[in-house]
């Protein structure tokens, strides 16, 4: 950490010591619980609380309950959603241990995933994503339009750790799986809205059921709406506001008695005002003298003091949209070929369009305004042979294939960042570029109990990823001269890699299970899509991760308690990296390998029914992570931890049920989530920091004794806390570095019928 940080965050350093001891003790406490609890319900059962929920979940492509998986694993029901208050993916945010999930920088439809220390810290389509989206089993190949709505889902799955046995290319970090509600043979409906402060407005309906004796098909549609948390003072425009409508239709027909398709397809619409941050540094112009021999900084916009206000200005206000269209469908075949062993075919396509115009620099300045368009879209291919021998083997062998292909166009506009002897020289740079990318695999995996309580997992996957790419850059100045086009350049290359996983566990007994996993992640190379010159283009290497984790899943207090705990170290080799160097107009943005990581952590997750109407929940992260041999050099030094990895994340969360004598529920739930002091930049940026914060929620809900009413109300981040949960870094262009914070304070209030 640079002496300009450890000036900046000097005064916090008592309060994050006192808050890590609390954090430390608690940890020792939760773990100690267990032990207590297990002893207190060895006199009997006299508080009468319920079981803990088992669930079902397929992270290992069968099913499985969330305890005998051996590996680090969080799963979510519909019900957990509702009470996390999960709008959006995001909103998982704090509810998994080592997990960092937020809107995507400039962009109201991505997601930048990143778990145990690892994702992906720029949108660019060149640069592949560390952590993997899926959608009922379909990979989603870019982190735009990854940001869905939780809406009529069945669960979510968040698999931490390398899954590149089973999931394949670009999951070094983990793997996200939403799984959608299928429908079944009864029928179900629920209309509900939900309104709130900032004009916040929701209207929700679902239907499912029969249709036939074989057919049975699902309708879901969502419209939110919501005004910006950001005010331009100037005008009075609100930004970073919310105008996003869904539908899905889900089918499921049992052809034979051997034979399922279940199909569906979504589609996703948003049209929003830009997402503007704040910049937190000052910004400048260069200006070249008369006979260009010297170069001059001119100061433009001071860095701002104080605590963002959530005001901002823009000089993009007559093109200040970002609109989304994001669609697909996919067909699932699944064939019982005899009792013990099934084929299933999973056949899907998609299509992305975003055209994103975004702020970088958030100021009146025209120093990094931008128009990114993408249309891209994917067609994929899956196929598992899955089966047992009825006894102690479990098997799946796979192949896959996926066709991408990314074409996008960019404007970038930077009037005001250079002039000549005081005078500006106007300055637009246009892009069109396309990447096809083609990826094969084959994988397997076998699980085998060879002994009593005792059984051994081995996987291995074949990756083959070929990619081609096409750039043509030109720019457009009245005094620099126009070139139409400057410079183009084309390239095409290659990876393959294996990616094994071995997995060990060990039944204690019923209640308790210790496991061991070894397992390899890989994310393939690439090319610098954002070569302006000859000098620029370059090619990145593959990622590849090693990873060891030891961990033990507990079910305690019969079934009261249940207690996860997960400790790894992971080695990656030719980290990727999208880093900012170069001076003047000679500014380049490449994506690099940039240095050995070294990431250490564990993980606890903890839930405890000690009384009837109770329930606690607690999920601890800690994280070390480091560069190898001294990390690598920035634009502002010598980086030595990765981005968007607090030491220590947190959350406390408790929910009390009231059974009143009519039949009817009161629900009171209340969290609080902790995320330690973490660089949002790459190359560790003094003004791209964020202090440590808590974060409190709160949510209350009545159902009705018929089960068909819903009232709800509810409160995030309930102490109106300010903090940066993004940053944008682009130093070589009048020293941009934006913050992006978190949502402010919100209010919200639902009601909801089920028929």
């Known amino acids: 950490m640079n002496n300009a940080v450890l000036n900046r965050t000097k005064n916090a350093d008592q309060r994050r010591g006192l808050l890590q001891t609390s954090l430390a003790a608690a940890t020792l406490a939760i773990i100690a619980a267990p032990a207590a609890v297990l002893a207190q319900s060895a006199g009997g059962d006299a508080d009468g609380a319920s079981a803990i929920e088992e669930i079902i979940v397929t992270a290992q492509r069968r099913e499985q309950s969330l ?214 540094v000052l910004l400048y112009s260069l200006n070249y003298s008369a006979d260009f021999s010297e170069i001059s900084i001119v100061p433009r916009s001071p860095a701002p003091t104080g605590e963002w206000d959530f005001r901002s200005s823009t000089s993009m206000t007559d093109r200040s949209n970002q609109q989304t269209d994001h669609w697909g469908g996919n067909a699932t075949i699944t064939w019982n070929i005899s009792d013990n062993t099934k084929l299933k075919s999973i056949t899907a396509y998609r299509d992305l369009k975003t055209d994103s115009f975004i702020d970088i620099d958030a100021t009146t300045l025209e120093l990094g305004d931008v128009l990114v368009a993408l249309d891209q879209n994917q067609f994929s291919q899956e196929f598992q042979l899955l089966g047992d021998n009825g006894e102690n083997i479990n098997w799946v062998l796979g192949a896959y294939y996926l066709k991408e292909e990314v074409p996008s166009h960019q404007e970038a506009y930077a009037d005001d960042f250079l002039q000549y002897v005081g005078l500006p020289i106007s300055f637009l740079r246009t892009i069109d570029d396309d990447l096809e990318t083609t990826s094969y695999a084959v994988f397997g995996q076998v699980d085998w109990a060879f002994a009593d309580k005792w059984n051994l997992g081995v996987g291995v996957r074949w990756t083959q990823e070929e990619k081609d790419y096409f750039r043509t850059t030109s720019t457009f100045s009245d005094l620099l001269g126009v070139a139409d086009p400057a410079f183009e350049f084309s390239d095409s290359d290659d990876w393959s890699d294996w990616t094994p996983t071995v997995t060990l566990d060990y039944a204690m007994s019923d209640a308790v299970k210790l496991y061991g996993r070894v397992a390899q992640g890989f994310k393939s190379g690439g090319f610098n899509g954002r070569a302006n010159t000859a000098d620029d283009v370059s090619t990145f290497d593959p990622e590849t991760v090693w990873t060891t984790e030891v961990g033990a899943k507990t079910t305690l207090a019969d079934g009261k308690l249940r207690a996860n705990y997960a400790f790894f170290v992971s080695k990656y080799d030719d980290f990727q990296a999208r880093v900012s160097v170069g001076d003047g107009i000679d500014f380049r943005f490449p994506v690099l390998n940039a240095a050995e990581l070294d990431i250490k952590g564990a993980e606890v997750e903890i839930t405890w029914l000690p009384i009837d109407p109770l329930a606690l929940s607690t999920q601890i992260g800690y994280l070390d992570s480091e560069y190898g041999s001294g990390g690598f050099t920035g634009s502002d030094g010598v980086a030595d931890e990765p981005a968007f990895s607090p030491e220590w994340t947190a959350r406390f969360s408790g929910t009390w049920t009231h059974n009143f004598a009519n039949g009817s529920d009161l629900m009171f739930a209340a969290a609080a989530n902790y995320r330690d002091s973490m660089w949002l930049s790459v190359e560790n940026t003094a003004a791209l920091t964020e202090d440590d914060y808590w974060l409190m929620d709160a949510m209350v809900s009545w159902l009705s004794k018929d089960s068909h009413w819903t009232i709800s109300g509810g409160v995030k981040n309930l102490t109106d806390e300010v903090y940066r949960v993004e940053g944008q870094e682009f130093r070589s262009v009048g020293g941009i570095q934006t913050a992006y914070y978190g949502n402010p304070r919100t209010y919200t209030v639902g009601f909801d019928y089920s028929f």
């Open 67 to 280: 305890q005998e998986v051996p590996m680090a694993i969080s799963a979510f029901t519909g019900g957990d959603l509702e009470a996390l208050q999960a709008d959006n993916l995001d909103s998982l945010q704090g509810a998994v241990p080592n997990l960092n999930l937020v809107q995507g920088r400039g962009s109201n439809s991505s997601v930048n995933a990143f778990i145990r220390g690892v994702g992906q810290p720029d949108a660019l389509q060149s640069f592949d994503p560390a952590v993997g989206v899926y959608l009922d089993d379909v990979y989603m190949s870019r982190i735009q339009g990854a940001l869905f709505k939780l809406y009529d889902i069945e669960r979510v799955e968040v698999l931490r750790g390398p899954q590149g046995t089973l999931y394949g290319k670009n999951t070094p970090g983990g793997a996200i799986r939403l799984i959608t509600k299928t429908p079944g043979d009864e029928f179900e409906a629920q209309v509900g809205v939900l309104a709130g402060d900032y004009g916040r407005m929701q209207a929700r309906a679902r239907v499912s059921g029969p249709v036939t004796d074989d057919l049975a098909l699902g309708f879901s549609v969502l419209y939110d709406t919501r005004d910006g948390f950001v005010t331009d003072p100037a005008d009075g425009r609100e930004y970073n506001d919310e105008d996003t409508m869904v539908a899905r239709i889900k089918g499921s027909w049992d052809v034979t008695d051997d034979v399922n398709v279940t199909f569906s397809a979504d589609y996703a619409k948003e049209d929003v005002r830009l997402t503007l941050g704040r910049s937190e």
